[in-house]
C-alpha cells in the first residue's frame, strides 16, 4: 500500500474475506474488531494496548510475561534520575555484549539472513546506528547532519527523505563496518550519559531528530529514554531471530556430517 493510501481502509468491513498468509507491517490497526473468525497460527507484535481476546484483556498479561523475560524492560520504566540512566546504560552494554558475541558464533552470511522477512542482525544494528545519529547526534548534540549513510531509519521513513539525509537503505556494509559505525555509537551515548545530571536531563533538545519528526518539545532525558528503548526492543527480536539462526546452523551442519559419512559408518565392525 502507497504511503498516499494509508487511510484507504478507515471504517472498512471485510466480510467472509480470506487473509491467509496476510502480512500486515507499520499499520493503524486502533480499534479494529474481529469477530467469528479463524486466528491460528498468529502472530502479533507492535505497541500491544487494551488486547482483548475472546472477551479476556491479555494486556496486562503479554505485558508481565515480557518483563518477566526482559526484566531490564522493568529497569527502563523506573529511570527517574541521571544515576538510573547510567545504570540502565550498563545493562544495555551488557546485554548487547552478550548478544554480539552469541552472535559471533555464527558464520556471517547468517547475521544478514533475515527471518520471517524482519531485519537481520546486520540491519538491526544498522537501524541502531540511525536512532542513535537521530537522538543522540541530532537531537541532543545538535549536529545538522549526524547520519551514518548506511543507517536505516524506521521501516515507514520515506526513501527520498533518507537520501536527503545522506543515507544509502540499499547499502550493503560489511559486518565490519557495521560494528565499527556501532561502536562508535556506543561510544557517543556512553559519552553523553557520563556526564549528564539530573537537571540536564531536562534540558529541552536544541533540534529534531530528523526533519520529519513532529515540531515538539523533547528533553535531553526523553532523548535518552528513546535510545534505550530501541536499544532493549531491537535486542528482543535479535534475540528471538538469533535462536532460529542457531537452529537452522546446527540443523545444516548435522546434514552435512551425516552425508559426509561414508556408507555403514554406523554400523559396527
Known sequence: MAADDRTAFRGASFTGADFTG????DCDLRKVKIADSWLTDVNVSGLVGNFVVND??????VEGELDRRHPERVQLRAMRTADD????WVTIEQLWAETVARAGRLPEPALHHRVDDE????ETLRHL???T?????????DEPAPYCPFGIPHGSYPPADAAALGIEVDARPSLAEVMAARGNRMALVRGIIDGVTDSSLEQV?????TPRHPDETRTVGSCLRVIMVEECEHRRYA???LAVLEADHTASRSAGDHTARPAGADQAP
Do not use: E, K, N
Open 133 to 141: 545519529d537521530a537522538w543522540a547526534g541530532r537531537a541532543i548534540l
Open 205 to 209: 533538545s536544541p533540534r529534531l531528530p
Open 22 to 25: 496476510a502480512r500486515f507491517r
Open 239 to 241: 534475540v528471538r531471530d
Open 129 to 131: 546506528i540511525f536512532a
Open 56 to 61: 479476556v484483556d491479555v494486556t496486562a498479561y
Open 119 to 122: 531485519w537481520s542482525f546486520v
Open 85 to 88: 540512566y547510567r545504570a540502565m
